[in-house]
Structure formats: C-alpha cells, structure tokens
C-alpha cells in the first residue's frame, strides 16, 4: 500500500512539473504567436500559471535547492516575456532568448512525459 501512495506522489509531482513547464511555454509561445494570445485570454492564462507555480512550491518545499531552480527558471522566462511584450528596440535579442529558453522546456517536457508514462506503468 505505501509503494502505491509513493508511487501516486510521483505521479502527481510529475504532472504538476509537467503543467508548469507546459505554461512557461505557452507564456513563450503567446509573445510569438497573435492567435496564442487570443486564443485564452491573458488573466486566465497567468491564473492557471499562478496556481500551478504555488502548488509545485508547496510540493518542493522539502528540497530548497530544486525549489531555488524551478523559480529561478520560472522568473527567468516570466522576466524576459514580461521584457518581449514592451515596447522597445530589441526585440531581436529576446527573440533569439525566447527561442532559447522555449528549446529547454521542450526538453524538459519531453523527459517529464516520458517519466510520467513510465510512473503510470507501474
């Protein structure tokens, strides 16, 4: 009975990860994308983002060094939208970073999903 409960803390902890990195690239891809944006309104959007975030944060609590990581990241991809989506003259730049940053969470993503697919097999 407590390999099935540890085994469904992995599961969840594995899609809230899932969840949050799948919102910081939605975040990515609504400053590259016009139909991204308006295909789910912004307030919506940063609401689910907000709600996932917290709850990961509660998750890693017990490990502050991961914890420090995912909300680095998290500010980190927050900062340079937030910097996309104001005017300015250098948009080129934070194309390329946006572009960047939105390569590693695709990998991320991908290792995540497969992770999970292999938490849900057992």
């Known amino acids: 009975m407590a390999a099935q409960s540890a ?3 992995h599961i969840d902890i594995t899609e809230t990860f899932v969840r949050l990195y799948v919102f ?3 975040s990515l891809d609504r400053c ?3 139909a ?3 295909s789910f309104p912004e307030k919506e959007h940063k609401a689910f983002l907000a709600d996932t975030r917290n709850q990961l944060m509660e998750v890693l609590r017990v490990n502050p ?3 420090g990581k995912v909300e680095e990241e998290s500010h980190r991809v ?3 939208v937030s910097s996309y989506l104001k005017p300015s003259s250098d948009k080129p730049a934070s194309l390329e970073q946006i572009k960047a940053e939105r390569t590693i969470l695709q990998i991320k993503l991908m290792a995540l999903s497969d992770l999970l697919a ?3 097999a057992l």
């Open 7 to 9: 085994a469904s803390n």
């Open 24 to 26: 910081l690239a939605q």
């Open 32 to 34: 590259l994308d016009k």
């Open 36 to 38: 991204q944006r308006e």
């Open 65 to 67: 060094v991961v914890k």
């Open 78 to 80: 927050l900062a340079l």
């Open 118 to 120: 292999v938490f849900r």
